[in-house]
């Protein structure tokens, strides 16, 4: 699988080289492998053209730092191939460690951590470099290259690679093409063909950022319907329960409410018997002496009665009543004169 990966990978630098273009961001997150097993190397977004005979001043802030070569880091502006190369081999270690080699925080530590892995920079290649950073990163002391020890486990045929894609001088690092010819991909086991590698569901980054966030979103939704859930368990443990009337005393509650409607709805009817209307108020006068027995007749002297006399004095009454208190009453009037004048003539009037 290696084997087959790294193929690929080399021979699509092999074909960027040849077209004079330097990828300069050569990383695992770089190449997307599809679910045939094709590996395309992807993000030109630091690429450029360049062309050997020329030599062209370049930035050297390109590059991941975890694979930016040592030349880069000491401030060349003049180089090749050679870091794309490098980049592979810091690849290559990685696939077959199963993990980055040299994970630097700072440029410093990256470039301590390359000198203390590949060996120091001989001082035929400070003379020749003229490197700008040359004074500030030069180590006191020279370091030997530890590359087979460190990675004694790897296959004996990828060691020398592993040896020049991490040569310090970018001379010694060859090219893509020198590295497909090399011992490792010409002893077995030979690399082997795309598709016979293991299906993969998509891996990409974005694809996993989109699968952290929704699980991320679900935890807090949970979250969040737990603490409610346990917010309003609290509130019911501490809301004051109301007192719920026994059965007899809503039956006592009711009868006094029907005896009390009862009784206003009586003394309604009594006063309307009591009070008259209005319009029928002056009509009304003592009742005749029971005393008196045999029927009533109205003689001549009746004749004195006289019917308007009587309505005005009753309408005059009726209109002063209305006046001082309205239709209701509470105290009985006393009856008109002409009513007492009735009375007596009616008790001498001759049997």
Request: aromatic share 6%.
């Amino acid at each position: 699988m290696v084997k087959c990966y790294m193929k690929q990978l080399l021979s699509g630098l092999e074909h960027c080289h040849k077209q004079g273009v330097l990828h300069r961001d050569i990383k695992g997150s770089n190449l997307l492998i599809d679910s045939e097993g094709i590996l395309k190397i992807a993000d030109f977004g630091l690429a450029t053209s360049y062309d050997p005979e020329q030599k062209k001043p370049l930035t050297s802030r390109v590059v991941t730092l975890w694979y930016r070569p040592p030349e880069l880091l000491l401030g060349a502006t003049h180089y090749g191939v050679a870091v794309d190369l490098w980049s592979a081999g810091c690849i290559l270690a990685e696939l077959l460690s199963g993990k980055p080699i040299m994970p630097g925080r700072t440029e410093v530590e990256q470039l301590h951590k390359i000198f203390k892995l590949c060996g120091s920079p001989s001082e035929e290649y400070w003379k020749n470099s003229k490197l700008p950073n040359e004074t500030l990163f030069k180590p006191q002391q020279p370091y030997k290259p530890c590359i087979a020890e460190t990675f004694k486990d790897f296959p004996s045929s990828s060691l020398p690679l592993i040896e020049t894609l991490l040569s310090i001088d970018p001379e010694e690092r060859n090219t893509a093409t020198a590295a497909l010819n090399s011992e490792f991909f010409m002893t077995e086991p030979y690399a082997c063909n795309p598709s016979s590698l293991p299906k993969y569901p998509p891996s990409k980054e974005i694809d996993v950022k989109l699968r952290d966030e929704e699980a991320r979103r679900q935890r807090n939704i949970a979250g969040k319907v737990n603490a409610v859930d346990g917010t309003r368990r609290s509130k019911g443990h501490e809301r004051p329960t109301r007192a719920v009337p026994a059965p007899e005393a809503n039956a006592e509650i009711q009868a006094n409410l029907d005896k009390w409607r009862v009784l206003t709805q009586t003394n309604a009817k009594c006063k309307s018997e009591k009070f008259p209307p209005p319009h029928q108020d002056g009509a009304v006068g003592h009742p005749v002496d029971a005393s008196n027995k045999g029927p009533v007749s109205f003689g001549a002297s009746d004749s004195s009665f006289n019917s308007s006399i009587f309505n005005s004095k009753s309408s005059g009454s009726s209109k002063c009543s209305r006046q001082a208190g309205g239709p209701s009453r509470r105290k009985t009037k006393r009856p008109p004169k002409c009513c007492h004048k009735i009375s007596s003539a009616v008790s001498n009037h001759p049997q």
